[in-house]
């Protein structure tokens, strides 16, 4: 009897697959990057076929690792980058232009003008993207208009790939990412926006719950008929893992970009800086959370190894870092995609100040792990403002960079708060498999709580009172601080 999960993360800069069983153990794992390119200032582009096979390659290489085949999979959960930009000709089933990753920024004035027009339309949303993705494709509002062409988030993408085209869907919380939902009804497309927009209706997926019995992948797409128990957004999959979908638990996530989610339970709340955030949706039950994101995070680290070339991997960077105690004034402001949370300010970019004939290598690397924590803490003191709910003191994480344990030190240091590093560091793909294990009645949230265990926690070794000293210090260095200069 299949009695193992897949749990499929795909986020912007790499492809996770992870094979599981009930009981957390980890049969088999696999891990592949994903290019971007980037044609101009601000886009950011990837190729779906690439993308698709390299997915292909991590689902085929956890189960060798595994040594189990798809007819053992008692399940499958799909996670991904929100509010990309995927178009596919639905006779071929083949992309019809790049994927736009949500970091693309190309189309920030379309934004502006969404939003003067009393839209909620982010820069990083799909709201902003789509117009422009379709009209850069030969004869694409034509073709979309005669049922020609299909669009989605990654995550529609995906279950298309692994159903053969049988599935044309996507849940509520990549829908709300998108900002195209109805914030009225939770639980249809907002109909006014698309006709706004010139669009037709049938552009658009199937919406579905985050988490249930949403369809079957096919032999020729995965190898094996097996039941898709889940899709559902990374961050909020991340949350799935850290058992955090109660009003005031939360999370970190360190990848491409750093995410603090925090639920709010069954009400959504409007917080100055933060995004409210649609958590998971299943029949009756809408959860809700809100969110702050670093949207420069790894990314920052990248450019720094790749962009300037100052290290041979982000590893030498790390030990570089850990090589000195200080940055010696080097501040960095971390925003090589525009300024995250709380000020939200796509226009305001990445900056490096305090640079003296003495600054080294090692005082950039520890600047950079300074900026970043100093973001994050800048989120999380938005979130603990939030009237009526009660966050914990320790800060759960995951992700690529909390791996780091300098980093972790130093984030901890910043906060004034402990930072607990999960076991799963990929946990995004571990959520999906939750979810999708809850989705098909193959377990419950609370049977499967065990799985959410610390590897590490690191306590702060300086005083609230130098944190706070340090934060007002880089704040005034790097021009912010104050959310009306944004």
């Not at 599981?20 to 190729?47: C, F, N, Y």
């Not at 955090?244 to 996530?253: D, F, P, S, V, Y």
């Not at 609370?446 to 590490?456: G, I, M, S, Y």
Request: with cysteine; aromatic share 6%; glycine share 10%.
């Amino acid at each position: 009897m299949p009695e193992l999960i897949l749990g499929l993360d795909v986020g912007s800069t790499s492809a996770r697959a992870l094979v599981i069983e009930l009981s957390g153990k980890v049969h088999g794992r696999a891990l592949v990057r994903l290019e971007s390119t980037h044609p101009g200032p601000g886009q950011v582009e990837q190729d779906p076929r690439e993308l698709w096979k390299r997915v292909e390659g991590t689902i085929h290489e956890a189960l060798s690792a595994s040594s189990r085949s798809p007819q053992d999979l008692a399940a499958v959960g799909i996670s991904a980058q929100r509010s990309s930009v995927v178009i596919w000709d639905r006779g071929t089933g083949e992309p019809v232009g790049p994927m736009i990753v949500w970091s693309d920024l190309r189309w920030a004035k379309r934004a502006e003008e969404l939003q003067a027009a009393g839209h909620l339309a982010p820069a990083v949303a799909a709201v902003s993207k789509l117009e422009g993705a379709l009209d850069a494709i030969d004869r694409g509002r034509e073709r979309a208009a005669s049922g020609e062409l299909a669009w989605g988030t990654l995550d529609s993408y995906l279950a298309h790939r692994l159903t053969s085209g049988g599935l044309h869907v996507t849940d509520y919380s990549n829908a709300w990412s998108t900002c195209y939902l109805d914030l009225a009804t939770m639980r249809n497309w907002n109909e006014k926006l698309i006709e706004f927009q010139n669009l037709p209706l049938q552009l658009f997926p199937t919406l579905c719950d985050t988490y249930g019995t949403i369809g079957q992948t096919s032999k020729a797409g995965l190898g094996a008929e097996v039941p898709i128990g889940a899709i559902v957004a990374d961050q909020q999959s991340g949350m799935f893992a850290h058992h955090a979908l109660e009003a005031g638990k939360w999370k970190a996530t360190y990848g491409t970009s750093a995410v603090m989610m925090m639920s709010t339970g069954k009400a959504p709340k409007l917080t100055p800086g933060l995004m409210p955030m649609l958590l998971s949706a299943k029949q009756d039950e809408t959860l809700f959370a809100v969110e702050g994101m670093v949207i420069t995070a790894g990314a920052l680290l990248d450019w720094l190894v790749g962009g300037l070339g100052l290290f041979d991997s982000v590893e030498s960077l790390s030990l570089a870092a850990a090589s000195v105690s200080s940055s010696d004034g080097v501040a960095i402001r971390p925003a090589l995609q525009g300024l995250g949370a709380p000020y939200n300010d796509s226009n305001r970019r990445a900056a490096i100040v305090g640079l003296s004939g003495a600054s080294t290598p090692a005082h950039f690397a520890r600047a950079a792990f300074e900026g970043l924590a100093l973001r994050m803490r800048e989120i999380t003191d938005a979130a603990e403002a939030i009237p009526n709910i009660d966050i914990p003191e320790i800060l759960p994480v995951d992700g690529g960079l909390a791996a780091n344990d300098v980093f972790l030190q130093i984030q901890a240091d910043l906060l004034g708060r402990p930072v607990a590093r999960h076991r799963e560091l990929e946990a995004t793909a571990l959520g999906a498999c939750i979810a999708a294990a809850v989705g098909l009645g193959l377990a419950t949230r609370d049977e499967l709580a065990p799985l959410t265990t610390t590897e590490r926690c690191f306590e702060p070794s300086i005083e609230p009172d130098e944190a706070d000293e340090r934060l007002a210090n880089w704040q005034s260095a790097v021009d912010l601080g104050d959310l009306g200069d944004g």
